[in-house]
């Protein structure tokens, strides 16, 4: 039997500001992406793009993935989320005041089709600053399904602590001063606290216990565009199938670094 499990919402282009290349991506389509590679796993996309070049792009990067796209909502005349994207000499992106334009994403809303669709979900992963993510909270705890969030660098501790007994997958990008409050939490609620550390790994909690894992080191850092998206990804399709955090863990770790040998967030 495959795990269910929904990516949404953020389907994007990164468009390199060096030569202009289109790079498909987001946390969702990043995450699917990665997803599709493991057969014990049954990924859905939800979300919307334009019809335009970058949507095209987009559905054109996924069309040999086993990736379900009924709830890929492609609106005519529609502009699909671009994120003009800088690189340093040393690979890592970066992004400008105005690099982001949100597109249809901005004002993309469930439709009846798409809470079917969650209602068969087994894990639904989204980033914490999603515009639908308080109706997927509610669609939680209503249906039930897991709930796996990346809080990326947000940093409002007590709005993050005031849904942490919603979240069972808690993903953050962190610094080793913040370990303490997620050890913490861990304790009080029953999700899995995972803080990824960049190049010095990752660590997790869960009821207290503290499990920690080192990055792999790649020689040669092309782009980090999409590298937590494909560590949370593999992290879960690790545990769903195995229930091992550091297994879980170290896959995350080992895709991560794969994902920092090419642009984008993965490979088509």
């Known amino acids: 039997m495959k795990t269910k499990i929904v990516a949404m919402t953020t389907m994007c282009g990164d468009i390199f500001d060096a030569t202009g290349e289109i790079r498909p991506g987001g946390e969702a389509l990043n995450f699917a992406a990665i997803a599709s590679e493991y057969p014990h796993v049954e990924i859905s996309l939800v979300g919307a793009i334009g019809d335009d070049e970058c949507g095209r792009e987009i559905l054109k990067s996924i069309q040999n993935k086993k990736i379900d ?8 005349g529609g502009t699909t989320a671009c994120n003009r ?10 992004y400008k005041e105005d ?19 969650l209602k068969e979900a087994e894990i639904v992963f989204l980033n914490f600053e999603c515009t639908n993510f308080d109706e997927v909270l509610e669609l939680k705890r209503k249906l039930g399904f897991q709930l796996a969030v990346d809080f990326d660098v947000a940093r409002d501790l007590e709005k993050l602590e005031s849904i ?13 001063s913040l370990l303490p409050v997620f050890r913490d939490w861990s304790l009080k609620y029953d999700g899995i606290f995972n803080v990824t550390l960049a190049e010095k790994g990752s660590v997790s909690f869960q009821k207290g216990q503290e499990y920690r894992t080192l990055a792999v080191p ?12 494909s560590y949370h990804s593999a992290f879960i399709c690790s545990y769903v199938k195995e229930r091992d955090i550091l297994k879980a863990m170290e896959e995350g770790a080992r895709i991560a670094s794969k994902t920092l040998t090419h642009l984008g967030g993965f490979t088509y």
């Open 69 to 76: 796209q009924s709830c890929i909502h492609v609106v005519a």
């Open 85 to 94: 994207t800088y690189l340093t000499e040393q690979g890592d992106r970066y």
């Open 99 to 117: 690099s982001w334009n949100g597109g249809v994403y901005n004002t993309f809303r469930l439709t009846d089709k798409d809470r079917e669709k």
């Open 164 to 176: 942490a007994a919603d979240v069972d997958f808690f993903f953050i990008s962190g610094e080793e």
């Open 218 to 229: 790649v020689e040669e850092i092309i782009d980090t565009t999409g590298c937590g998206d």
